[in-house]
């Protein structure tokens, strides 16, 4: 079945990076584009950031742009998210989450992980 | 960037009624549209795509209509697993955007 497992959440302070890491699983990885999509505490859905199945496209909300990328890695199927200069903003729960369909649109999110916090703070 | 505005915020409801939520987009959107379930402390849920499409494995008292800039999403006897917060999000154009919520709750 597919699996989506996130790692690499914490507290970090204000200004300082983090990368986040999603571990792929049940599915032919290298079809399919992946996102990730955050969640401030008790607030709604954001979407963060996608990249298309290849690599090769890539595309960020305005609020991350410039300091946010997205990378995958076709071999260990794994999808990240390296986050700089975060701000206190950026908190909250970050899900990866899969395409619906392989092309990079539209945009469904057919399965999400369980999540990894991220708290910016000092 | 394409607004979402879900209306009611929150409903009050019990098992076995009919309950209905909006979305409206800010602009034309056709049938770009998904309709999302998330329980307290777990993930979203795919239930709708398309504005009307069935996610598979999604009991059929979910359905979804709309097209344009108006859409709903109809519970038709509401169970007592459905008692979550209900997302619409449009898939017409980047950047991604959600509308705020629904949230169902025991009447």
């Known amino acids: 079945q597919v699996q989506l497992v996130e790692s690499g959440g914490g507290v970090v302070q204000p200004g300082t990076s983090l990368r986040l890491s999603c571990a792929a699983s049940g599915f032919i990885f290298n079809d399919y584009a992946m996102h990730w999509v955050r969640q401030a505490p008790g607030k709604g859905l954001e979407w963060v950031a996608l990249i298309s199945y290849d690599g090769r496209y890539k595309n960020f909300a305005d609020s991350v742009r410039g300091r946010f990328t997205i990378s995958r890695d076709k071999f260990k199927n794994m999808v990240y998210l390296q986050m700089s200069s975060l701000r206190s903003d950026d908190t909250g729960i970050y899900y990866c989450a899969r395409n619906l369909v392989g092309a990079v649109d539209p945009v469904y999110f057919d399965y999400w992980g369980q999540g990894t916090l991220v708290t910016a703070s000092s | 960037d394409i607004q979402m505005t879900q209306s009611p915020s929150s409903v009050s409801a019990s098992v076995g009624d009919r309950v209905t939520i909006t979305c409206r987009a800010s602009?034309?959107?056709?049938?770009?549209l998904a309709w999302y379930q998330q329980k307290p402390g777990k993930a979203p849920k795919l239930l709708i795509y398309?504005?009307?499409s069935l996610q598979s494995g999604v009991p059929s008292r979910f359905s979804g209509s709309g097209s344009g800039t108006d859409f709903t999403l109809t519970i038709s006897s509401l169970q007592p697993e459905d008692f979550a917060t209900y997302y619409c999000q449009q898939a017409n154009s980047f950047p991604l955007t959600f509308g705020g919520g629904t949230k169902v709750e025991i009447k």
């Open positions: 602009q034309v959107i056709n049938s770009w």
């Open positions: 398309a504005a009307s």
